[in-house]
């Protein structure tokens, strides 16, 4: 079974950074998985802001975030980060980490109903 726990969430002003953590335990190593962080803001649908395949390292980011947020894993801490730069008062939300078992590549960003696993969120609030 995996178990997901996000970290890192806070209070930022608009143009501020922020580093989310996604500590994994539980997985199959010699599998590999799609990690994704999705957000939700409230009165809003859950959406993808970046995906990492295990396999290879692919990564996949949404326009809105694509060029302020980097997705990257730490192997040996078993970790998955989400740098998040450049901070904008839209960028608010509950962000989630997610992980599925997939081949090659990743599930698309609009599809929270592939994944298997989900963490328990970390809120992120930026102010203007």
């Known amino acids: 079974q995996v178990r997901l726990a996000e970290s890192g969430g806070g209070s930022v002003q608009a143009g501020g950074s922020l580093r989310l953590s996604c500590a994994a335990s539980?997985?199959?190593?010699?599998?590999?998985?799609?990690m994704t962080w999705f957000r939700q803001a409230p009165e809003k649908k859950r959406e993808g802001v970046a995906s990492?395949?295990?396999?290879?390292?692919?990564?996949y980011y949404d326009d809105s975030v694509r060029g302020r947020f980097t997705i990257s894993r730490d192997n040996a801490e078993n970790t998955v980060y989400l740098q998040m730069n450049s901070l904008k008062p839209e960028d608010t939300a509950m962000y989630y980490c997610?992980?599925?078992?997939?081949?090659?590549?990743?599930?698309?960003?609009?599809?929270?109903?592939?994944?298997?696993?989900w963490g328990q969120g970390t809120q992120v609030t930026v102010s203007s």
């Open positions: 997610a992980a599925v078992e997939y081949g090659a590549g990743c599930p698309g960003l609009e599809m929270p109903y592939a994944y298997a696993y």
């Open positions: 539980g997985y199959d190593q010699e599998r590999t998985y799609c």
């Open positions: 990492l395949w295990t396999g290879g390292g692919t990564q």
